[in-house]
């Protein structure tokens, strides 16, 4: 079993509709979460960090299961500009472990 | 958020030669700066950690004596790919580790912009 898993995709939806992205992680000792975002052949960029409370950032809702260690990402109001691939995140203090990402496409 | 360079952005070599990436906070101090390889359409993998001042802690299955990582100073860290072969061939990326000036760890990483090394 992979350490973090995720559905690659692609999704693959139109400018302005809300998509989900969810995550599952193995070690329950995980203590830091993020999504980045990462386009193609370029490196990720940090969209956002994840905490058990849940956080919004703009059109983006991160939540965090951690007794079902699940993760998830909502984009609302999608734009072409978000078409990437959303990759999810967990660590510890040292190590971060990466999903293969789910690729989203966004059409007009 | 905090930048990294990376440098070069692209390299192409002959089998058998060695390659140096480097990879730089540019506007603030890592001690620690991690590299990883991706393989297309596959995750990032952990290579190694690298500690400003010590050995670098390399990943299970990655060859130290292959990959050789140097960090001399607080801003710089250095990944050699000694006698590269075509299997070599990956995108590379450094990212380093920021401490917010509370101290409180968040684990965040920055990425460099990567280096796509070719080996022919």
């Known amino acids: 079993r992979k350490e973090v898993e995720q559905d690659p995709g692609p999704f693959n939806v139109p400018e302005g509709a809300t998509v989900a992205f969810n995550c599952t992680y193995s070690n329950s000792a995980s203590q830091s979460f993020f999504w980045y975002r990462q386009d193609c052949r370029k490196e990720p960029k940090l969209l956002m960090s994840v905490y058990s409370s849940g956080n919004e950032d703009g059109r983006f809702t991160a939540q965090l299961n951690r007794a079902s260690q699940y993760i998830s990402l909502l984009i609302r109001d999608s734009k072409l500009s978000d078409s990437a691939t959303y990759l999810c995140v967990v660590g510890g203090f040292q190590k971060l472990v990466f999903g293969t990402g789910t690729r989203l496409l966004v059409s007009p | 958020g905090a930048v990294v360079s990376q440098h070069p952005s692209r390299v192409i070599c002959k089998s058998g030669t060695s390659v140096k990436i480097e990879c730089r906070s540019l506007?603030?101090?890592?001690?620690?700066m991690f590299w990883y390889r991706q393989f297309p359409k596959q995750s990032l993998m952990l290579m190694a950690t690298s500690n400003e001042g010590s050995k670098a802690t390399y990943e299970q299955g990655v060859e130290k004596d292959k990959f050789l990582i140097n960090h001399a100073s607080l801003t710089l860290s250095t990944l050699t790919v000694t006698s590269a072969h075509p299997e070599d061939s990956s995108f590379y990326i450094c990212?380093?580790?920021?401490?917010?000036?509370?101290?409180?760890?968040?684990?965040?990483?920055?990425f460099g912009p990567g280096t796509r090394l070719t080996v022919t």
């Open positions: 990212s380093a580790r920021v401490i917010p000036p509370t101290g409180t760890e968040t684990g965040e990483q920055y």
């Open positions: 506007d603030f101090q890592a001690t620690t």
